[in-house]
C-alpha cells in the first residue's frame, strides 16, 4: 500500500506512466528484479540509484517514464547537437553531483560516457568490475555477464541497506569475488569464481512444492514445515543453501491460528448486509 502511495504522489504517473525502475526490462534490470522488492528496498534505491536514459536524462526510480526505444549512442541530431552526449553535455554530471559525494559506477560505458567526464573533482568515482581472469593475466569482461552481475549488485546493496563503499567488497553472488591483487580505491574487481557457474544460474529458479500433514488449531506450524521441509529433502535428494526460500501460505498460517471466518460468520455478514435476498 506504501509503495502505492508513493507511485500515486511521484509526478506523471497519475498520467499514466510507469516507474521507472519498473520500466527498463533488459538483462541488468531482470538480475535486480525490483518487481518484488520490499518497501524498505525501494526507499533505498529511489534515495540511491539514479537511471540515465538517452530520452529523459537522469531519472528517480519512481519517475514516471512513457515506453521508448532510444539508446544513448544513437546518431540522432538534436537541436544543432551531432548526438546525444553533446545535446546532454554536462547536465547529468551537474545533477549527479548535486546529490552525491560518491558514485558507485555500475553502468556500461554506453552510459558512464554521459557522465563521468563531466564530474567535478570533489565527486568520487567507484568503478565496478566483473570479469574473468585470462592466462596471460588480463581481466575480461563479457558483456551479458557484467549485466547480470551489475543488476545483481543494485539488488544486493538494496537488500542489505548499503552505506559505505568498502561494504562492496563483500559482494559474493553469482559466482563473483572481490579481488584485492586487482583492485584499487577506485577500481574494485570481482573475478568470476569458478567455471560453470553461470551454466547453473541460468537453469533459473526451481520450486517445490512441500506435503505436510493436516494444520489443526493450535498446531506448532514452526516446527510442522522445519519437519517437512528436511523430510522432502531426505526423501527427494535435494539439499538446501544459503538464501533458499521457504514459503507457506497465508491460508495455512491462518489456519494454525485460528484467524479465519467460518460459513455461519459469512452467512451472517451476508444477511446483514442484503437483507435475506436473493444473490
Not at 147 to 158: C, H
Not at 204 to 231: F, H, K, M, Y
Request: glycine share 10%; with cysteine; net charge neutral.
Amino acid at each position: 500500500a506504501r509503495n502505492a502511495r508513493q507511485m500515486e504522489s511521484t509526478p506523471g504517473l497519475r498520467a499514466g506512466l510507469t516507474p521507472a525502475l519498473l520500466a527498463y526490462q533488459g538483462i541488468q534490470y531482470q538480475y535486480m528484479a525490483p518487481g518484488v522488492f520490499e518497501t524498505s528496498q525501494f526507499t533505498y534505491l529511489q534515495e540511491h540509484l539514479r537511471i540515465l536514459s538517452g530520452f529523459y536524462g537522469m531519472l528517480r526510480p519512481f519517475d514516471g517514464v512513457t515506453p521508448y526505444r532510444l539508446e544513448m549512442q544513437a546518431r540522432l541530431s538534436v537541436n544543432g547537437c551531432p548526438d546525444l552526449y553533446a545535446f546532454w553535455g554536462d547536465r547529468l554530471a551537474r545533477a549527479l553531483a548535486g546529490e552525491a559525494g560518491l558514485v558507485v559506477d555500475l553502468a556500461s560505458q554506453e552510459y558512464s560516457r554521459a557522465v563521468l567526464p563531466h564530474l567535478p573533482p570533489s565527486v568520487e568515482v567507484l568503478t565496478c568490475t566483473f570479469g574473468e581472469l585470462r592466462k596471460d593475466g588480463r581481466v575480461v569482461e563479457k558483456g551479458t555477464l557484467c549485466k547480470m552481475a551489475r543488476g545483481q549488485m543494485v539488488r544486493w546493496m538494496a537488500e542489505r541497506g548499503v552505506r559505505r563503499s568498502e561494504e562492496l567488497k563483500d559482494f559474493q553472488d553469482l559466482g563473483y569475488r572481490y579481488d584485492a591483487a586487482h583492485s584499487g580505491h577506485d577500481h574494485y574487481v570481482f573475478l568470476k569464481e569458478k567455471e560453470g557457474f553461470f551454466m547453473e544460474r541460468l537453469v533459473g529458479t526451481v520450486s517445490r512444492g512441500v506435503r505436510a500433514p493436516i494444520i489443526r488449531e493450535g498446531d506448532n506450524l514452526v516446527q510442522i514445515v522445519v519437519d517437512s521441509v528436511l523430510a522432502a529433502g531426505q526423501s527427494e535428494g535435494f539439499s538446501f543453501h544459503d538464501r533458499d526460500v521457504v514459503a507457506v501460505t497465508e491460508a495455512v498460517v491462518a489456519r494454525a491460528q485460528g484467524n479465519y471466518a467460518h460459513i455461519n460468520d459469512i452467512a451472517a455478514d451476508v444477511k446483514a448486509k442484503l437483507g435475506g435476498e436473493t444473490i
